[in-house]
């Protein structure tokens, strides 16, 4: 009988969450980028073995919340971390662990489950920089172990994986064996081209970003995925920017999300994307509802 579970990732924007993801499951289902608020809904990470299946959740980074969608985005993590078997907690060890790390073992403490804390990027962190800081998270008693890890150089993630599976309670299999995540092809092309414009782009505009798949079709004549998406966003004065001098902008964009997304589909992709605007759009539920953010 295998040992199974709900383990919730949790953290402040930015901290190596879905980086961690990926690594725990050796597949990449989420999305990274070095802006916070990558992430916008919870993704399921599901690894499983011969006497295990882990399924865990990644969530939206913990920031105060600005917008109808911010607010989207912290429900996610409140339903993330009820009905599950522990809380696995990122905290970016790099620049110290401070009030707002603290703040956040104190809130996810609270929920009286198991929590196990992710010190994350130690390939970048001094050791001897890092070790006071370390010393702060023995005062929590809700912290039931510390790993230091890096998802990088796949550091300590086994043996941290290893440490999770005894906080699983479940003995039922939530999903198939060769499930590694519940979010659909088309979901995870969206969110591929949004990860490209959050490379791409400065701060302010990839924010301001939502992907709306027109189509998504396989030509057998050409042997090829057709796929058609608009990207959104939120301001008339972004349009020149993301378009790029001569579109140059747009077109690179497009070619780095053709490429990845050929790898995540194992096959030839023509990708074409439109730019378009919706004045606000993440303060209008009607828009957040259509490009999939759901709200209730
Ligand atoms: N050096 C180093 N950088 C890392 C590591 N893990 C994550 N990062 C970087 O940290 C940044 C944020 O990583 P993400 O995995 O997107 O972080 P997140 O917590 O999911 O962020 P949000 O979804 O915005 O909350 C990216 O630039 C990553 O490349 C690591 O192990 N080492
Ligand atoms: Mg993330």
């Avoid at 907690?89 to 707002?100: F, S, T």
């Avoid at 073992?105 to 390939?123: C, H, I, Q, R, S």
Wanted: proline fraction near 3%; hydrophobic fraction near 40%.
């Amino acid at each position: 009988m295998k040992k199974t579970g709900f383990i919730a990732i949790v953290g402040l924007a930015n901290a190596g969450k879905s980086s961690l993801l990926n690594a725990l499951i050796k597949q990449k289902v989420a999305i990274v980028s070095p802006k916070p608020q990558t992430t916008r809904d919870n993704i399921l990470g599901i690894w499983t073995d011969d006497d295990t299946q882990m399924v865990f959740v990644d969530t939206p980074g913990f920031l105060k919340s600005k917008n109808a969608l911010g607010d989207y985005m912290l429900k996610n993590i409140d339903s993330a971390v009820t009905d599950v078997d522990a809380i696995l907690l990122a905290i970016d060890g790099h620049d110290g662990i401070d009030d707002k790390e603290l703040q956040q073992v104190e809130m996810y403490g609270k929920k009286g489950l198991p929590m196990v804390v992710a010190v994350t990027k130690t390939d970048i962190t001094q050791p001897e920089k890092l070790i006071p800081h370390l010393a702060k998270l023995n005062n929590y008693a809700c912290i039931s172990e510390v790993f230091c890890v890096s998802a990088h150089k796949n550091k300590c993630v086994q043996d941290l994986k290893d440490a999770l599976k005894k906080y699983l309670t479940g003995t039922e299999m939530f999903f198939e064996e060769d499930d590694v995540t519940d979010k659909s092809q088309r979901y995870l092309v969206q969110e591929i081209i949004r990860e490209k414009i959050l490379l791409a782009l400065d701060e302010e505009i990839p924010h301001g970003v939502g992907i709306e798949l027109n189509k998504m079709q396989w030509n057998e004549a050409d042997a090829r995925w057709e796929i058609d998406a608009n990207v959104i966003i939120e301001k008339q004065s972004h349009k020149p920017i993301i378009l790029g001098k001569r579109g140059e902008m747009i077109k690179s964009i497009g070619t780095a999300a053709r490429q990845s997304i050929q790898k995540l589909l194992e096959q030839r992709v023509y990708l074409e994307l439109w730019v378009k605007v919706k004045e606000d759009w993440r303060n209008n539920k009607y828009v957040m509802t259509e490009l999939g953010y759901f709200t209730k």
